[in-house]
């Protein structure tokens, strides 16, 4: 199993708390950020930045979670935000948890599969909105093929 994560960079800008994570891993640095202004609940922030690094890879299969009361303390926030953050992670697939012993990435090769899936249906949703509202296709087209990354 990977090792945990090692915080190594914390500051407070514009009511926003930077985190950047170490990783013991290849994979290099990562950063979670916590914004204060965000109408998101602090949970959602956090199981959105989860879900992000894991589904980009950042975070592997059976790679154990910081710990409820280490990401709680690093983030300044309620153990129960953490908590909440973690169960709904599960409740998604994204991590289980193995009984006196924390919370592990999930295995599940699906997950990205499915995030593309949902997120083209939602993009096919909106296209649909656009031509109906007068986009021309071939405008639509172009914008889609002109996108960068």
Do not use: W
């Not at 709680?72 to 599960?90: D, F, G, R, V």
């Amino acid at each position: 199993m990977a090792s945990a994560f090692l915080y190594t960079n914390c500051t407070t800008t514009n009511n926003t708390l930077n985190i950047v994570e170490g990783y013991n891993s290849k994979k290099g640095d990562h950063m979670i950020i916590i914004d204060y202004k965000d109408t998101h609940p602090i949970y959602e922030q956090v199981v959105e930045r989860f879900k992000t690094l894991i589904l980009k890879g950042a975070m592997l299969p059976d790679e154990q979670m910081p710990s409820v009361r280490n990401l709680a303390m690093e983030l300044s926030i309620n153990p129960n935000t953490i908590q909440k953050a973690y169960a709904e992670l599960e409740r998604q697939d994204f991590i289980y948890t193995v009984k006196g012993r924390g919370s592990f990435v999930s295995g599940d090769g699906s997950l990205v599969e499915k995030r593309k899936r949902e997120y083209l249906e939602e993009i096919l949703r909106l296209a649909r909105e656009l031509l109906e509202i007068g986009m021309p296709k071939r405008e639509l087209v172009l914008e889609i093929e002109n996108l960068q990354i």
